[in-house]
């Protein structure tokens, strides 16, 4: 069963446009939800997860429990935002993620 | 600091053969783990230990063995490798628990012909 959904591969975007990475989930409880990122050349890394409630370099995510949402919002993007954004679920020791989107924020 | 260190960072196996993946961290981490990566999926969790020589399966075991007799090193056999076992393969460690923020290392890039 698809536990995290990012119906997006791909999103393209200018410099400082608005960008939202859609992320989507199912699973019964009350999971905790990530979002993982991997630059270019780089490890894959924690941005942020929703118990934390905070914005890191200007991104943020609000778990709607009732759209069993968790997207992932910045105001205005930036090139170096350009990188692989992974959704990501736990629960009573399982952790699932998405299968990814890729942003392109253009100059 | 080094983090995750993957070995090897890619090979190429005939199948029926066997392979150790080795992962190592120096960060103290209690918790360490072992994903697979196939093509437009996301991560998936083979298996996870939570402490020196003990492990637990994740989503996907099958096919698979582990062992954490350091607290430092997680290893991942295949005891006899099939091509459906084809796969980028990530090890991550954290302080404590799958909740916590995970570190990663490179990636292992493994062919089964």
Known sequence: AQRVTQPEKLLSVFKGAPVELKCNYSYSGSPELFWYVQYSRQRLQLLLRHISRESIKGFTADLNKGETSFHLKKPFAQEEDSAMYYCALYNFNK????????????? | ?????????????????????LCAQDMNHEYMYWYRQDPGMGLRLIHYSVGEGT??????PDGYNVSRLKKQNFLLG?????????????????????????????GTRLSIL
């Open chain 1, 95 to 107: 952790f699932y993620f998405g299968s990814g989107t890729k942003l392109n924020v253009k100059p």
């Open chain 2, 1 to 21: 600091n080094a983090g995750v260190t993957q070995t090897p960072k890619f090979r190429v196996l005939k199948t029926g053969q066997s392979m150790t993946l």
């Open chain 2, 78 to 106: 295949l005891e006899s490798a099939a091509p459906s076992q084809t796969s980028v393969y990530f090890c991550a460690s954290s302080y404590s628990g799958l909740n916590q923020p995970q570190h990663f290392g490179d």
């Open chain 2, 55 to 60: 492990t637990a399966k994740g989503e996907v």
